[in-house]
């Protein structure tokens, strides 16, 4: 390109000068690293630091001494230590099965099998319990779990449970935490999931029909793993929430008069180390065995699921 100057005269146009170039791209960079900055600093105040703290912890006594892996023995060798994980474990099945299962279901159904009106009433009233807050849900479903005043009361004296320690029994936990989990959790994950199947182009979809596949086998052979990177996506956070679990037994414990166990999952455990017992060290030591469980478990989910392959889309 050319341009004319003062005199008339055709001239080669000036090009920007590397310090100009390169000023947007700082100042970008500068607000990046402003807009994130909040965020980094919460965690490492609230994430990063507790952590190192409870290693710390876990690898001294309560005098400070260096004490290696002994407070990780301690614990396992505790009676209430193999009970409490394995609790969690078969939580942790149940509710990851359920919750993929009936999330990704419904999903489809709203987003291929309804009409975009009645899809949206049924994604706002799937995410309404989800609004609540955890403690709030745990206290609808003690009334909902008690017969008498529950208003499923008949469902519940028809399963040959008429008061509320039969509903609380040790074998039932499992499946009353998995409930309250999936009704205050999966709404949100639905919506999630609705939107994930949006991205599918109709091209895609259309193709297959014109090819003869129904509506299940689109669901299955298509849609399904096209969205796999957002399923386990929700499986890696279900899982490490699912680990963490601690509201929904500390509120039924104290609801029912302590006839439940008080160290029923891992949490708990660690909870009844530190403030009935003083055993800090004890504490973080079980806190350390749920994050080495947690990031096991999302190392897996990511490393069989290419979560973070770019380009394969």
Known sequence: MTALNTGGRLMAPTAPSPARRRTPRRRAGLAG???????AIL???FGIYPTLFAGYLALTNDRGQFTGLNQFV???QDYRFGPAFTNILVYLVMWLVILVVLTVVVAVIL???????LSSVF????????????????LVWM??????VSPVSGLLNALGLSTFSQVIAPQSLPVIFVFIAFWTGAGGWIVVMYGALNNI??????AARVDGAGPWKSAWFIQIPMIS??????TILAFAAGTQLFVEPQLLQSASLGRLNPTWSPNQLAYVLAFQFGDFNGAAAVSIFLLAIGLVGAGILVTRSGLFKAGDE
């Open 33 to 39: 690293y402003l807009f994130v900055s909040g965020y």
């Open 74 to 76: 301690k614990v396992i």
């Open 43 to 45: 965690l490492v105040a």
């Open 111 to 117: 987003r291929s099998r309804m009409k975009p009106g």
């Open 201 to 206: 182009p109709d091209e895609i979809l259309e």
């Open 123 to 138: 994604r706002f009233l799937f995410y309404i319990p989800g609004a609540l807050a955890g403690v709030a849900s745990v």
């Open 229 to 234: 990177k957002w399923i386990a996506y929700m």
């Open 143 to 148: 009334f909902m779990l008690d017969p008498g």
